[in-house]
T-cell receptor, first 114, second 111 residues
Framework: NAGVTQTPKFRILKIGQSMTLQCTQD?????MYWYRQDPGMGLKLIYY???????DKGEVPNGYNVSRSTTEDFPLRLELAAPSQTSVYFC?????????????FGNGTRLTVT | DQQVKQNSPSLSVQEGRISILNCDYT??????FLWYKKYPAEGPTFLIS?????DKNEDGRFTVFLNKSAKHLSLHIVPSQPGDSAVYFC??????????FGTGTRLKVLA
């Protein structure tokens, strides 16, 4: 099993450009998440989804959008990229919620906005 | 408001000795605590967890201890191996989608 797959691995954007970070999982997990990690900081939740067609905001949603048309895919859209969005982005999935259902992470997308 | 804190950014330990990574929390509603391990250029991977109703959980070389009165947990790795060199994140959850992560501790195991 591939687990959680993220593309691209790296990307450099100019201010004002837009892009979509792709995330797909093959574990049939209902829950999917997008986190960002800034240097010296913990992971912050951007958006999450509890199933196809259902998404909701996390702690830091401004400047991002998501969709969940299938169980497998959970793309993250950046509109009008800003330098504050320079970060490493991790997609994750879980079967359920709570400590009995740990998160499975992808390998991340390193984004630089200049 | 940092609900989960890892106050040591880094730790160096000799191979074969014990590594102790610490984590403090403020929210008494957390009911599960998890440790994740992260290698460079990879995503975090789940290592071990503990329910708030327990004070110890062991899995091979890894043991997590929970002291609820002190709102403190620790991860013990015995014996430490060079392959354990990574960043370790503590996380807490209260049974919902929301996991609160600490800032991580970089462990270096010296051969």
């Amino acid at each position: 099993n591939a687990g959680v797959t993220q593309t691209p691995k790296f990307r450099i954007l100019k201010i004002g450009q837009s892009m979509t970070l792709q995330c797909t999982q093959d574990m049939n997990h209902n829950y999917m998440y997008w986190y960002r990690q800034d240097p010296g900081m913990g992971l912050k939740l951007i958006y999450y989804s509890v199933g196809a067609g259902i998404t909701d905001k996390g702690e830091v949603p401004n400047g991002y959008n998501v969709s969940r048309s299938t169980t497998e895919d959970f793309p993250l859209r950046l509109e009008l990229a800003a330098p504050s969005q320079t970060s490493v982005y991790f997609c994750a999935s879980s079967y359920s919620v709570g400590g009995n259902s740990p998160l499975h992470f992808g390998n991340g997308t390193r984004l630089t906005v200049t | 408001d940092q609900q989960v804190k890892q106050n040591s950014p880094s730790l160096s330990v000799q191979e074969g000795r014990i590594s102790i990574l610490n984590c403090d929390y403020t929210n008494s509603m957390f009911d599960y605590f998890l440790w994740y391990k992260k290698y460079p250029a990879e995503g975090p991977t789940f290592l071990i967890s503990i329910s708030s109703i327990k004070d110890k959980n062991e899995d091979g070389r890894f043991t997590v201890f929970l002291n609820k009165s002190a709102k403190h947990l620790s991860l013990h790795i015995v014996p430490s191996q060079p392959g354990d060199s990574a960043v370790y994140f503590c996380a807490a959850t209260s049974g919902t989608y929301k996991y609160i992560f600490g800032t991580g501790t970089r462990l270096k195991v010296l051969a």
